[in-house]
């Protein structure tokens, strides 16, 4: 059963009533919905609604269930190739690290030619 939203040109409360497809729409706001202190029986309108999402249960819903075993192999290559790339920088990363923290020899002047 739906829920409907109505709207009470008295009181100007929003109310969600839910109702069977097959009930009439209500005529009037609802005593303990109004947002007056003293009920003043307000026209209601009903208002258009988006509607709820549809929810699937269960197994057999998603695209990825339904692959070929060629295309879970292809799929598991592609993934142990970017594995390795990415091992790989890591490796050079540190090796370069290695080298910065090396400490530098001093600088030596050259002594100029004599004549």
């Known amino acids: 059963m739906p829920?409907?939203?109505y709207s009470c040109a008295q009181c100007g409360e929003t109310i969600e009533v839910f109702q069977s497809i097959?009930?009439?729409h209500l005529?009037?706001?609802p005593e303990d919905a109004?947002?007056?202190k003293k009920w003043g029986k307000g026209k209601v309108k009903r208002l258009l609604g988006t509607g709820a999402g549809?929810?699937?249960k269960g197994g057999g819903f998603y695209e990825?269930?339904?692959r070929s075993e060629s295309y879970k192999s292809g799929e598991k290559q592609a993934a142990d190739a970017v594995k390795k790339a990415s091992e790989k920088k890591t490796d050079t990363k540190s090796?370069?690290?290695k080298k910065k923290t090396e400490p530098k020899k001093p600088a030596t002047k050259k002594k100029p030619?004599?004549?």
């Open 3 to 5: 829920t409907y939203d």
């Open 34 to 36: 109004c947002a007056k």
């Open 27 to 29: 005529k009037t706001c």
């Open 113 to 115: 030619k004599k004549k």
């Open 95 to 97: 090796k370069d690290d």
């Open 64 to 66: 990825t269930d339904y």
């Open 54 to 56: 549809i929810i699937f």
């Open 22 to 24: 097959k009930a009439s």
